[in-house]
C-alpha cells in the first residue's frame, strides 16, 4: 500500500470531508433558514393543554375567549391545520413520548385512573430520555398521567432530570386533592403547597429556566392540568368573562389563566435566551367535552372521547422564530406522534436505542421549498392511524377517513376522569355513528363502517361508504394490518385496583 501525502488529492480529499463535517453539525439550523449568531442547538418547549376545544383558540378561529399569548407564538411559526391527537388524556400523552402508536403497548383505550395498577411500559424509551441522553436538561411541569403505582413509572425516572405538578388527572385546581388523595408534586416527591395550579406551574418553570446553567440546552414539557374539570379559576379571570355562563364562563377562565401562563413562561424564555433561541409546541390532548355548551370544536363533528375529528384533530402549531416561516401552514396530515422524530431531527439528535417510530419527521414540510414529493410523502402515501380498539378504530389516507365499529356498541368512550365532582359530561350523541338518514349502516365483515372525504366535507356529514366501496375496502385493509399489530388493551384487561393512599403515588407496601 503506497501512502499518498501532501498531494493535491489529499488536500481536496481534507477539504471535503470538513466541509461534509460542517453540513452535519449547522444542518438542522440551515433546514429553515435562520442566521443564528451561534451553533448552539435550539431549545424546546412543548405547551399541552388539557381538554381544549380545538376552535377555542384565536389562531384557530375562536373570538370568545382572548388568547393573545398563545396566538403570538402561533403567528410566529406554522399552524398545523390536520394534527391529529387521540380521543382522550393518556393515550395522547404515551404517543407523544414515545413516537408510537398506543396500540404498541396497550394504551389505546381509556385513560389510567389512579388506583389502577399500570403504566406505560417501561420497555419504552421516551422522548425525554432521548433529549437528556444528548446533554438537554429535561423538565416537565403539569399533569403526568402515565402511570405511578411504582417508582419506575415516575417522570424523574424516565427521563426527567427535574418534576413539578400532578400524576393524575381531574385534581382539584386549589386543594390538589383527587379521590380522597393529595396529587402535587416536587422531584417526585410531595410538595404541599397553596395556589392556584396553573399560575404555580408557571411560576416553577420560570424558575428552572432561570436556574440553569448559561447556554444549555432544554427540553421543557408544560402539560397543563387546565382546562380539564373541575371547571375552576380564580374569580380575577372569571370576571372578565360574565358574558359567558354556567360551564362556558368557567371554561373560558381557566383558558385566560392558561394564555397568560404561557406568556410569562415564552416572556422568561426570550429575555433570558433569545426569541430566536427555542422550538414551541402547542396543541390539545383531544378534542373538547360538550362542544357547544362548554367547548367550541367548531365545524368539526362531536368532541371528546369519540373518534369523529372533533374528538381526534387538534388545533396545533410549530414555531421557531427565524426559523420556520411565520404565518405558514401545514396542510397535509399529522400525528402526536410525529413530534418525537421531528423535534429529534430539528435539534441535530440521533435517534438510537428506540423501538420501531410510527412518527414522521415532518421538518421537511417546514422548509421554505417544500418538494411535491414529500407532500404526497405525508398525505396520499401515508396511512395515519387515529386509533384501533376492541370495539372501534379510525383511519387516515389522504383526504379520506375511515370509521370501523361493531355492531351495537356506542362509539363514545366514557372512560374519562370521574371523581364524583362537577364533571362535563358528553352530550348523549357526542359519540354515537349515526347512519346517514338516506342509507342503511354499511357494513364489511361484520363491522359498521363509514367513510368520510374530509376534502370536501371535514364536518362528516356525509356517508360514503355506500358509494365509493373500492376507497373504502382500501382504507380498511390499511386499517386491518394495523389493528393486526394491537396489543389487548390494559384498561380493559384483568388488572390490580389499589387502595387510594394518603398522597398518591405513595403506596403502602404490597
Not at 356 to 378: I, K, Y
Request: aromatic letters at 8%.
Amino acid at each position: 500500500m503506497v501512502a499518498i501525502r501532501c498531494s493535491k488529492f489529499s488536500r481536496c480529499c481534507a477539504q471535503i470531508a470538513a466541509s461534509l463535517l460542517l453540513v452535519v453539525m449547522i444542518g438542522p439550523a440551515l433546514l429553515f433558514g435562520g442566521d443564528s449568531e451561534h451553533n448552539s442547538r435550539p431549545n424546546v418547549v412543548i405547551f399541552l393543554v388539557d381538554d381544549l376545544g380545538s376552535a377555542d383558540v384565536g389562531f384557530a378561529g375562536g373570538t370568545e375567549i382572548p388568547t393573545p399569548s398563545i396566538d403570538r407564538l402561533a403567528n410566529q411559526g406554522a399552524i398545523l391545520d390536520q394534527f391529529y391527537v387521540m380521543h382522550v388524556c393518556s393515550p395522547t400523552r404515551a404517543a407523544l413520548m414515545t413516537g408510537r402508536y398506543p396500540i404498541r403497548y396497550g394504551l389505546q383505550t381509556g385513560v389510567i385512573r389512579p388506583d389502577w395498577a399500570y403504566g406505560l411500559s417501561l420497555e419504552e424509551r421516551l422522548l425525554s430520555n432521548v433529549f437528556r441522553d444528548s446533554g438537554y436538561a429535561t423538565a416537565i411541569f403539569g399533569k403526568w398521567h402515565l402511570g405511578m403505582f411504582t417508582r419506575d413509572y415516575l417522570p424523574t425516572r424516565r427521563g426527567f432530570d427535574f418534576q413539578y405538578g400532578n400524576y393524575c388527572g381531574a385534581i382539584d385546581c386549589f386543594t390538589k386533592m383527587r379521590q380522597g388523595g393529595y396529587d402535587w408534586h416536587r422531584n417526585d416527591k410531595v410538595a404541599r403547597e397553596e395556589g392556584y395550579s396553573t399560575e404555580q406551574l408557571a411560576e416553577e418553570a420560570v424558575a428552572w429556566v432561570n436556574g440553569l446553567e448559561k447556554g444549555k440546552p432544554f427540553l421543557m414539557y408544560v402539560p397543563f392540568n387546565a382546562v380539564h374539570a373541575p371547571l375552576q379559576a380564580p374569580e380575577r379571570y372569571r370576571t372578565q368573562f360574565a358574558n359567558l355562563k354556567g360551564s362556558r364562563g368557567q371554561y373560558a377562565a381557566m383558558l385566560s389563566a392558561v394564555d397568560e401562563a404561557i406568556g410569562k413562561v415564552t416572556d422568561a424564555i426570550d429575555q433570558l435566551r433569545g426569541s430566536d433561541s427555542t422550538i414551541y409546541i402547542f396543541s390539545t390532548d383531544n378534542g373538547g367535552p360538550a362542544p357547544g355548551k362548554t367547548t367550541s370544536n367548531g365545524s368539526l363533528r362531536s368532541g371528546k372521547g369519540t373518534l369523529y375529528e372533533g374528538g381526534v384533530r387538534s388545533c396545533a402549531f410549530i414555531s421557531w422564530k427565524g426559523h420556520i416561516v411565520a404565518g405558514s401552514h401545514i396542510r397535509e396530515p399529522l400525528h402526536v406522534v410525529d413530534i418525537l422524530p421531528t423535534l429529534a431531527e430539528m435539534a441535530g439528535i440521533e435517534l438510537k436505542s428506540v423501538l420501531p417510530l410510527d412518527g414522521l419527521d415532518f421538518s421537511p414540510l417546514l422548509e421554505n421549498s417544500v418538494s411535491e414529493t414529500e407532500r404526497r410523502r405525508f398525505s396520499e402515501e401515508r396511512p395515519v392511524l387515529i386509533n384501533a380498539e376492541a370495539h372501534r378504530g379510525a383511519l387516515r389516507l389522504g383526504s379520506w377517513k375511515l370509521l370501523v365499529k361493531r355492531p351495537g356498541v356506542s362509539d363514545s368512550d366514557s372512560a374519562d376522569e370521574s371523581a364524583g365532582r362537577e364533571q362535563v359530561k358528553q352530550s348523549d350523541s357526542a359519540g354515537e355513528i349515526v347512519p346517514d338518514k338516506n342509507d342503511r349502516a354499511t357494513e364489511r365483515d361484520g363491522l359498521v363502517v363509514e367513510l368520510y372525504d374530509l376534502s370536501n366535507d371535514p364536518g362528516e356529514n356525509k356517508d360514503l361508504a355506500s358509494i365509493e366501496m373500492t376507497k373504502c375496502e382500501e382504507l380498511l385493509g390499511h386499517y386491518r394490518k394495523l389493528e393486526s399489530q394491537a396489543k389487548p388493551a390494559l384498561a380493559t384487561s384483568k388488572k390490580t385496583i389499589l387502595k387510594t393512599p394518603k398522597v398518591w403515588g405513595e403506596w403502602p407496601e404490597r
